[in-house]
């Protein structure tokens, strides 16, 4: 770092001028100077490694009939993602390679999530359409439970309907 030519602006009154702004606000001045230089002005540093990052929207629900998911996967064709439950654990890969003029570009996404017990997996369906797949798991009837009526018991039924004394 202390190779690196260090571009100083006329602040028209030399030291004078430089105290009165903090110490860190011209550190962070030089730096984005030194990186404009390298770079022309249309990139900061973090930018450079995570400006193809972005997390996809993923969201599972669930109801008494199903457990429904939806996954974002943008520039992904449908025969490029592979769906699989084993085990109540659903797996969601995608990968997609791409080679053109000497370039080689790489994407893929994965998700994996412990589905609630009482999944059929044999009868789910899935649907992708523009970048977006939903998966529609429906619950065994015995995944989707009973409610239970409760029955007042015997000698209390003339107490149904009447409020306590406080």
């Known amino acids: 770092m202390a190779n690196l030519p ?5 602040h028209g009154g030399g030291m004078a001028a430089r105290r009165q702004q903090p110490p ?12 404009d230089r390298a ?9 450079q490694d995570f400006g193809e990052m972005r997390v996809w929207d993923f969201d599972v629900r669930e109801d008494d009939k199903e457990v ?4 974002e996967l943008p520039g992904f064709e449908p025969d490029e993602v592979n769906v699989q439950v084993n085990n109540d654990m659903l797996t969601i890969k995608a990968e997609k390679e791409k080679k053109s003029d000497g370039e080689e570009q790489y994407r893929s996404f ?5 589905l ?8 789910a369906q899935a649907t992708c359409r523009h970048g ?9 009837e015995k995944a989707k439970g009973k409610t239970i009526p ?17």
């Open 110 to 114: 994965y998700r994996s999530v412990t």
């Open 39 to 47: 770079f022309g002005g249309w990139m900061t540093p973090f930018e």
């Open 6 to 10: 260090v571009h100083r602006g006329n």
């Open 132 to 140: 977006v797949l939903e998966l529609h798991l429906p619950k065994t």
């Open 68 to 71: 429904t998911v939806r996954a």
């Open 24 to 35: 860190l606000d011209l550190l962070r001045r030089e730096f984005d100077r030194i990186f």
């Open 150 to 166: 409760i029955q007042p018991q015997q000698g209390q039924q003339a107490k149904v309907g009447k409020q306590p004394k406080m």
């Open 116 to 123: 609630p017990s009482g999944v059929d997996a044999d009868k």
